[in-house]
């Protein structure tokens, strides 16, 4: 419907209004940033109280600003899947590197009775497209299983996402990628072998050269599984601090044993509302299993529109007032009781806070301390916004009472400070109401709805809930992105300990009979047990360092997605180098063990 005609008669700063635009054929972002930069500049000459507040305009799409909350979650977590990927790619190629050079005598007999290069070439093929097959059938199924265990976890604004499950693009694209990088590496080593001396090759055996480059190539490989990995821990440790800080976070009341409910009231004039609403608060207060009962036209993390406008204490001029906002809600006396808000000073509402009575407001602890820090708020003037019936309307008002801060918004941010007004000086035609139960809150939804059908049959209740389920809303989207950070990176340390495994496992395989001349020569078990768990653990101490500067790099994502600690959180880090170094060290020990063991005369006479 169009605006009224008491939008041009109303005040400059209407900040709800929001203002869309359609850029003209041929002009940039850019262009169109600097008009708005000189209207700006116009409006701040034109009026004082945009001066004051430093008005300005920024430019954005509709897209870029719908999207705008949960674009860093989304880097983040294709990051963390990209990662995992090629994580899983690195290992295939260092395993296909393994087994293809122990599979090079095999290639130089084939070879050397005949086998010509494409038939080599066909069945590497072969065997590689019965890997990725394989592979890839029993992947898609744990894929399968997987998006539909997330889906129980989801938050609550993903419920509405349509078509969640396996997305045939991001398929064929993973598909895509895996078959390419076993195709590419379980064909170098009949590539390479082309190249040798195959009378050598049968000659030597096993103890043809590996090659420098070879060995190079597969430790250059761990490496970058373990930084890889490495930035998933770091991500995983951060997202999981920050769910439990905001599990922790007091939301300024108590959540435990309260129901809450909304009722449209526009159908009542002015006085019948108040009428109405003194009535039910009554007969929501006698019923059994009832401690207390209030009502509020914005309930604490609902999604219902905010209001918010700005306020000016006593002594400020409006150009020294300007920018001072404040979310404002519209109370029942005995609302902050049933929610369990602590009273910091002062006092709560009372019948003094009549529709003809004198003006008073409370305010929370926040705005107190930002506007008269080191000073009491009690007897203090400020004007606020009131709701008449020809509208919002600025009245001077007394401040009687300074509670504790309530997160409106989000558990982890803290938006703006809080105006609380009689809801009989300003009574919104929306009203949620909170019900303080010593029973359980769910078992009074029936006998509510049951009153309210006596009182108004035209009247319905929607949004009944307890109030824990706002709360577990709230955390959700945190809760959501640490189970996939936790599981990223767990991956991603079971295939670096795998890959290390491999990489240790084939090293010693192709040293044993150095090991066995170590041990001839003097060395003992505990010499060659620390020779090879030194070089796994130094793949993964370079792993480290390169992951600890990846995560340091990839701060400013990590920076929008975490509450209440540090990017560079020593706790996170030393536990992401403790934990990496303990998968490294599973990785290396039983290779290690087995050289340690190995006795050095069947390992000289093997050769």
């Known amino acids: 419907m169009p605006f009224g005609g008491e939008i041009r008669r109303g005040p400059v700063d209407l900040y709800y209004l929001r203002l ?130 997330l889906l129980r976890l989801r938050p609550e604004y993903l419920m509405r996402m349509p078509g969640v499950g396996l997305n045939w693009t991001v398929l064929a694209f993973v598909a895509a990628i895996s078959f390419a990088s076993v195709l590419l590496f379980a064909l170098l080593p009949s590539i390479d072998v082309m190249k040798l001396d195959l009378n050598r090759c049968l000659r030597d055996g096993e103890r043809t050269s590996q090659g420098t480059v070879r060995r190079g190539l597969r430790s250059a490989l761990i490496v970058a599984e373990v930084t890889l990995g490495f930035v998933l821990l770091i991500g995983a440790g951060l997202t999981i601090r920050t769910l439990v800080n905001i599990l922790s976070v007091n939301p300024g009341f108590e959540a435990q044993r309260l129901l809450t409910f909304e009722i449209d009231l526009s159908r009542y004039a002015q006085r019948m509302r108040l009428n109405f609403v003194k009535n039910w608060e009554s007969t929501l207060a006698g019923m059994p299993g009832v401690e207390s009962v209030g009502g509020v036209s914005h309930l604490p993390l609902d999604d219902y529109p905010n209001w918010y406008s700005p306020f000016r204490p006593d002594g400020l001029t409006a150009d020294q007032a300007a920018g001072l906002l404040a979310d404002y809600r519209a109370i029942t006396p005995g609302y902050l009781r049933a929610m369990g808000t602590k009273l910091v000073a002062g006092r709560f509402f009372d019948e003094q806070g009549r529709a003809g009575g004198r003006r008073v407001v409370l305010v929370d602890d926040l705005l107190a301390r930002t506007v008269w820090p080191g000073q009491s708020a009690i007897g203090k003037k400020i004007e606020a916004e009131h709701l008449r019936e020809n509208g919002f309307t600025p009245e001077w008002s007394e401040v009687v009472g300074v509670v504790e801060h309530i997160h409106n918004h989000s558990l982890s941010t803290t938006v703006r400070g809080e105006i609380y007004i009689p809801y009989e000086q300003t009574a919104r035609e929306h009203l949620s109401f909170a019900v303080r139960t010593r029973v359980d809150p769910l078992s009074l939804a029936e006998p509510i709805r049951q009153e309210l059908r006596r009182h108004d049959k035209d009247l319905a209740i929607s949004k009944i809930r307890p109030m824990t389920v706002y709360l577990e809303r709230a955390s ?101 180098v403790a934990v990496t170094s303990v998968a490294a060290l599973l990785g290396c020990w039983r290779p290690a063990a087995k050289a340690a063991s190995a006795n050095p005369i069947d390992a000289i006479r093997c050769e």
């Open 20 to 149: 869309l635009a359609r850029l003209k054929p041929g002009v940039t972002i850019a262009q169109a940033q600097s008009d708005l930069t000189e209207i700006a500049s116009q409006l701040r000459a034109t009026y004082t109280l945009f001066a004051g507040e430093d008005l300005s305009f920024q430019l954005v799409s509709l897209h870029g600003d719908w999207a705008r909350d949960i674009r860093a979650g989304l880097v983040a977590l294709f990051a963390g899947a990209g990662f995992v990927l090629l994580i899983c790619c690195v290992n295939v190629a260092n395993l296909l590197l393994a087994r293809g050079s122990d599979r090079r005598k095999e290639i130089a007999v084939r070879a050397s009775l005949g086998a010509s290069k494409g038939r080599i070439l066909r069945h590497l093929l072969i065997e590689g497209v019965l890997l990725c097959l394989v592979s890839g059938l029993i992947g898609t199924a744990l894929g399968w299983a997987g998006v539909h265990a």
């Open 476 to 576: 959700a989207p945190a809760q959501f992105t640490a189970v996939l950070s936790a599981i990223f990176a767990g991956l991603a340390l079971l295939l670096s300990a795998v890959g290390i495994y491999g990489v240790v496992s084939y090293s010693v395989s192709r040293r044993m009979r150095e090991m066995g001349v170590r041990m001839a020569l003097g060395a003992t078990s505990s010499n060659i047990l620390a020779l090879v768990l030194r070089e796994g653990l130094n793949l993964a101490l370079v792993g480290v360092v390169l992951g600890a500067g990846g995560a340091l790099l990839a701060s400013r994502v990590l920076q929008n997605l975490i509450y209440g600690v540090s990017v560079f959180d020593p706790a996170t880090y030393g536990l992401a």
